[in-house]
């Protein structure tokens, strides 16, 4: 066959496979298509009891000692595989009761009784594995522009977004020159975006005021009534140091990979601790920050602590003037 014959072959060959495809209705063929759901459900069937046992492992290693800490969001997600899972378990443990009965009752020759066991151990395996075989409900599409969930907060379902672009003149991630510097990022400008995010979301005109209703609005809600902040009470900032992973807890210093990625910016940290120091009159040995799985790098403790010296800055095993994590 010559090179030209062969070409135009494969090329046959290849409209007809496009051909089937179509009368498939795009599809791939039904038998590649079986295996391809039996794969994923094998998948899913090992999948669920190991996020399951995650699931309890997390919930029970964090809200134990804790168990105010049920009500954090990754609490709430974790708690119905937990439970799901812990009810699998049970129904299991049923399952193979049963057939252990069964076999007893075989082995004496008590045939209706071991039926019957033998009949609700399949039962129990049988719906234990149906909600990870029926396939997903399809969800509600989202409509435009539609709220999701009870809106909450002093101005209930407000999120305010502060843009200026005069904040930095970084050149990103390849540049040469750190971004946490003050050369590249405007402490004056960044204190002036504060101040409007702070004034946005309480919709008030001065600082005082919108600090003012925040704090009450947060009492309020606790059931403290409706006070502002009272000297001699604690505040606790929790900041996402998130890129601070695996750093070194000893020079606080980040990894090298990631020393030019942008974590929380000390120049917003030094703001927010000015506007409570300075506004709401929070005395700076009351003010605790930090993020108590992360180090307190050095980049935003050299550069705020100088101006805030008896703030305490947390850290996730202490250490350079830091305290260990939150309690």
Known sequence: MSERENLACRHSDAEAHEAHISRQGGQCCPEAQRWFHCLRHFWMRLFFPLVGLFSVVWFLVRVVPKPSRAAYPCQRAAFPL??????????????????????????????????????????????????????????????????????????????????????????????????????????????????????????????????????????????????????????????????????????????????????????MIAALLGQLVNVVGVAQQDISIGDPGRIMPGFIYNRVHPQFPDVCYLASNGGLARLRGFG
């Open 82 to 267: 937990a439970s799901s899972f812990v009810l699998w378990l049970v129904g299991l443990a049923g399952s193979i009761a049963m057939f252990r009965k069964a076999r007893r009752y075989f082995v004496h020759a008590r045939l209706v009784a071991a039926v019957m066991c033998l009949g609700l151990s399949v039962g129990i395996v049988w719906l234990l594995l149906d909600p990870v075989q029926r396939p997903a409900a399809a969800m509600d599409v989202p409509l435009p522009n539609l709220p999701l969930g009870v809106a909450r907060g002093v101005q209930p379902g407000r999120v305010v977004w502060i843009h200026d672009p005069n904040a930095t003149d970084w050149d990103g991630y390849n540049s040469t020159q750190p971004w946490y510097d003050d050369a590249h990022t405007d402490p004056a400008v960044v204190q002036k975006m504060v101040s409007r995010a702070i004034r946005g979301l309480a919709g008030e005109s001065t600082e005082a005021r919108a600090w003012d209703k925040l704090l009450r609005y947060f009492n309020q809600v606790r059931g403290k009534g409706d006070v502002g902040y009272v000297a001699g009470e604690k505040v606790a900032i929790k900041i996402n140091n998130t890129l601070c992973y695996n750093a070194s807890t000893t020079t606080f210093e980040k990894r090298s990979e990631n020393r030019n990625r942008i974590d929380n910016s000390p120049q």
